[in-house]
C-alpha cells in the first residue's frame, strides 16, 4: 500500500511502515481495495430484508423508485437503521447480562477468582431496587440484585428500573411518545419484527422503536454492565497508567487483552501476576509477564488496575505487527478476523474465549466463570511457553508511550469536586453558571480507516478545550486522547482555554476526563442527572450545555449510542453520516425534525473544526435558553 501516513500517531505510523515494506496486509490497505465502496449501500438504500429482493433504489430517481413490495427509500433506509440500532443495543445488553450472570453465580460461590468489590454501590443499588439488606450478608443481598437485573431483560411490561433515574421532564418525553423501554430484549426482538416484510411501513414510526430499544441500551443493558461491573471488580478512582504500542517490552513475556468483557481481562490481571507463572516466566529467558490491552477491555482494566493501553481499534492488528505480542487473548466485540491470518506470520498465538466468538484457525480456550482463576492461569501459562518461539530479528517496539490518568466516574466527581467532607456537584454547576466552563462534551467512539486515525478525535478535542468545555471521553476515542497526552493535567495548560485551564489548576485535573469503556458512556448519562439534581441549570438533559460526538464511529454499537444520546436530550454529531441519506425525509427527521419531539437531533459533519463549531454554537444558545452569564473568557 502506499506509505502515506494513515495517522497522526507516530507508533501506529511506524510500524505502518514496517508493515508496508514486508508486504503485510492491514485493515488500511483492506480499505483502500474495497474503494469505490457500495453507493447504494452507504446511502441506505439497498434492501435484502426477502428474497423477492435483493432491491435497491436509484438515487437519482433513474431506475426503480420504491422495492419489489413497495417498500419507499424511507422505509428502507429506516429499516436498515433500526436493525443497526437492534445489534448494537444486543451487543452492550449481552456484555450487561453475562456480567449480572457473574454476579449471580459469584454470590453463590460458584465461580473460582471472583469477590464483591463495590460494597457500597451493590447497597446503594439494592436501595433503589427495594432489595432488603437488614442483617443479610453481601452475597445475598449481590445475588437479589443480579436477579433484579436479568429480570430486566426479559420483562413484557413496565419500566425499566434505570430510566427512573432520568430527570422528571425527560422521563415525561419518552412516556409521551412511547419511548419508554419495557424490557432490554423486547425492544431489541421488536426491531426485527418491525422491519420484516411488510409490517411497519411508516420510517417515523419505525425510528419510534428504533429510540426505545436504544433506549433500553443506555438506560438498562449498558447501565447494568457499568454498575454491575463496579460491584464485582470494584469502583474505578483516577489512577496513573501509561499509553501505545510502546508499552510492549522487548524482555518480557506480552500478553495483549481485546475485546470487551472485563470477567475475563480483570481476572487476567490476577492470573499474570501468579508467582508460580512469574517462576517459569525467568525460567524461559523473560523478565516478567506484561499484560496490556486494546479496545474497551482495556479501558475496563486500566481504570481499576492501571493496566497499561496497547492501543485502540485500528491498532490491533499493528500490536502483532511489533513481533513482540507472545499471545493476544480475545473475547467479544470490536475483534477484526484478520487477526488469525496475520498472527500467522509471526510467532503470536492468538485465542478465543467465547462461546459467542470464535475464528477459524484460532485456537479457543473456551472461559467460564466457574473456572475463571484456572483458565486465565492456563492462557497466561501458554504465552509463557511461546515466549522462546519469538522472532528476535521480527520485533520492532515503537519507543512511543505516553502518560495518563483515567478512571473518573460519576460517583468520583463529588469527591473531586466537593473535596473530602462536602461531596458535592456545586463547583462544576457553578463553574457554567459563572461561565468559567461553557459547557461539557462526551467525546465518544471507534476510529475507522474512512478517517486518519485518531485525527478527528484529536482535532475536535483540542478545538473545544480551547473554547473552555470540559471533554468527557470513553472506548477508543478515550484511548486517542490518552495517547496524544491529553489525558494528564499538564494538558489543561497547553490545549485548554482560561477558565478550563483553572478549573483544572485548582482540582488537579486533567481537561479531557477518561471516562472508561462503551458501556460507561451510561457513567455520563449519570453525571448529567447529578448535574440536574445539584440546581441552577435547568430541569431536563436537553437544557444543559452539553453535546456529544463521535467523530470516527464505525460500529453498530454507536448507532445504538447515538440514538439513546439524542433521546435523551444530546445533541450529538457524528463525523461519518448514518448510512440514510438515500432517504431524504429520513435524513432531515433524523438531523431536523427529531428535536422537536425529543429536544435533540444528530448534526453529520466530517471536518472536527466544524463539528466544534456547530457544538459551540450549541452550547451557546442553551447558555443562552438558561440565561446564563456569558463565558467568562470571551470567544
Ligand atoms: Fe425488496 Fe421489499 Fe423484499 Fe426489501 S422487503 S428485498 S424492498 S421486496
Ligand atoms: S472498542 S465499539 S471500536 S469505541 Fe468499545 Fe472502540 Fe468502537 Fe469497539
Same mark, same amino acid.
Given at each position: 500500500m502506499s506509505d502515506k501516513e494513515k495517522s497522526v500517531d507516530p507508533a501506529t505510523n511506524e510500524i505502518m511502515n514496517l508493515a508496508c515494506k514486508g508486504e503485510i496486509e492491514t485493515v488500511f490497505d483492506r480499505y483502500e481495495e474495497m474503494e469505490p465502496e457500495c453507493g447504494f449501500g452507504q446511502l441506505g438504500v439497498?434492501?435484502?430484508?426477502?428474497?423477492?429482493?435483493?432491491c435497491r433504489i436509484d438515487p437519482f430517481g433513474d431506475?426503480?423508485?420504491?422495492?419489489?413490495?413497495?417498500?419507499?427509500a424511507n422505509t428502507i433506509a429506516a429499516r436498515n437503521l433500526v436493525r443497526m440500532v437492534a445489534a448494537g443495543a444486543a451487543a452492550h445488553s449481552d456484555h450487561g447480562r453475562d456480567v449480572a450472570h457473574t454476579l449471580l453465580i459469584a454470590s453463590e460461590g460458584?465461580?473460582?477468582?471472583?469477590?464483591?468489590?463495590g460494597e457500597e454501590k451493590l447497597l446503594n443499588l439494592a436501595k433503589e431496587m427495594n432489595v432488603k439488606t437488614d442483617k443479610r450478608k453481601i452475597e445475598e443481598i449481590a445475588h437479589d440484585v443480579a436477579e433484579k437485573c436479568f429480570a430486566e431483560f426479559g420483562q413484557?411490561?413496565?419500566?425499566?428500573?434505570?430510566?427512573? *433515574?432520568?430527570p422528571k421532564k425527560r422521563q415525561e418525553i419518552w412516556k409521551k411518545f412511547k419511548f419508554?423501554? *419495557?424490557?432490554i430484549d423486547r425492544e431489541i426482538v421488536e426491531i426485527m419484527h418491525r422491519t420484516?416484510?411488510?409490517?411497519?411501513?411508516d420510517y417515523v414510526n419505525i425510528l419510534q422503536q428504533g429510540i426505545r430499544a436504544a433506549l433500553g441500551d443506555g438506560w438498562g443493558g449498558s447501565m447494568i454492565a457499568t454498575d454491575l461491573q463496579d460491584v464485582l471488580f470494584g469502583m474505578p478512582k483516577p489512577i496513573r497508567a501509561v499509553s501505545n504500542?510502546?508499552?510492549?517490552?522487548?524482555d518480557e513475556v506480552n500478553i495483549v487483552v481485546h475485546g470487551h468483557e472485563p470477567t475475563l481481562s480483570d481476572i487476567m490481571v490476577t492470573a499474570s501476576q501468579d508467582k508460580e507463572l512469574l517462576e517459569l516466566a525467568k525460567q524461559k529467558g523473560a523478565k516478567g509477564i506484561n499484560l496490556a490491552g486494546i479496545c474497551c477491555t482495556a479501558n475496563e482494566i486500566l481504570m481499576r488496575h492501571g493496566i497499561p493501553i496497547a492501543g485502540n481499534f485500528l491498532q490491533q492488528e499493528l500490536a502483532v505487527i511489533?513481533?513482540?505480542?507472545?499471545l493476544m487473548l480475545v473475547d467479544v466485540?470490536?475483534?477484526?478476523?484478520?487477526l488469525s491470518k496475520l498472527a500467522g506470520c509471526y510467532h503470536t498465538k492468538v485465542v478465543s474465549t467465547s462461546p459467542k466468538a470464535k475464528f477459524p484457525n484460532v485456537e479457543h480456550v473456551e472461559f467460564s466463570e466457574e473456572e475463571a482463576l484456572p483458565i486465565a492461569k492456563k492462557i497466561v501459562r501458554m504465552a509463557v511457553e511461546n515466549?522462546?518461539? *519469538?522472532k528476535k530479528e521480527l520485533v520492532n517496539i515503537p519507543k512511543d508511550k505516553m502518560e495518563l490518568v483515567a478512571g473518573f466516574t460519576a460517583e468520583y466527581v463529588y469527591h473531586m469536586l466537593g473535596g473530602k467532607y462536602r461531596a458535592t456537584y456545586r463547583p462544576l454547576n457553578d463553574a457554567v453558571i459563572s461561565g468559567r466552563l461553557r459547557g461539557a462534551v462526551g467525546i465518544v467512539g471507534c476510529n475507522n480507516?474512512?478517517?486518519?486515525?485518531?485525527w478527528a478525535h484529536l482535532e475536535l478535542t483540542k478545538a473545544l478545550l480551547k473554547k473552555d468545555v470540559l471533554v468527557v471521553t470513553t472506548g477508543c476515542s478515550a484511548l486517542a486522547s490518552a495517547k496524544a497526552g491529553?489525558?494528564?493535567?499538564?494538558?489543561a495548560k497547553k490545549y485548554a482555554g482560561k477558565g478550563l485551564q483553572e478549573i483544572c489548576e485548582a482540582v488537579?485535573?486533567?481537561p479531557v476526563l477518561h471516562m472508561g469503556?462503551?458501556?460507561?458512556i451510561s457513567r455520563i448519562l449519570m453525571v448529567l442527572c447529578n448535574v440536574l439534581s445539584e440546581?441552577?441549570?435547568?430541569?431536563?438533559?436537553?437544557?444543559?450545555p452539553v453535546a456529544a460526538a463521535a467523530p470516527e464511529w464505525m460500529s453498530e454499537k454507536a448507532v445504538s449510542i447515538g440514538f439513546y444520546a439524542v433521546a435523551s436530550g444530546i445533541y450529538t454529531v457524528l463525523g461519518i453520516p448514518f448510512p440514510?441519506?438515500?432517504?431524504k425525509e429520513i435524513t432531515d427527521f433524523i438531523t431536523d425534525k427529531m428535536e422537536n419531539v425529543v429536544g435533540a437531533k444528530f448534526g453529520f459533519e466530517p471536518d472536527p473544526i466544524k463539528a466544534a463549531d456547530l457544538i459551540v454554537k450549541h452550547l451557546d444558545a442553551k447558555r443562552k435558553a438558561l440565561k446564563l452569564k456569558p463565558v467568562m473568557y470571551g470567544e
Open positions: 439497498c434492501c435484502k430484508n426477502c428474497v423477492m429482493g435483493p431506475g426503480p423508485t420504491t422495492g419489489i413490495c413497495g417498500a419507499t460458584k465461580t473460582k477468582g471472583y469477590e464483591i468489590k413484557q411490561h413496565g419500566e425499566l428500573q434505570f430510566t427512573h *433515574r432520568a419508554t423501554p *419495557r424490557g420484516n416484510i411488510g409490517v411497519d411501513n504500542l510502546g508499552v510492549l517490552k522487548a511489533t513481533g513482540a505480542v507472545d466485540q470490536c475483534v477484526m478476523p484478520a515466549y522462546p518461539k *519469538r480507516p474512512k478517517i486518519k486515525h485518531d491529553l489525558l494528564i493535567p499538564e494538558a488537579g485535573c486533567p469503556a462503551c458501556v460507561d440546581g441552577g441549570l435547568g430541569e431536563d438533559i436537553s437544557d444543559l440514510i441519506l438515500g432517504g
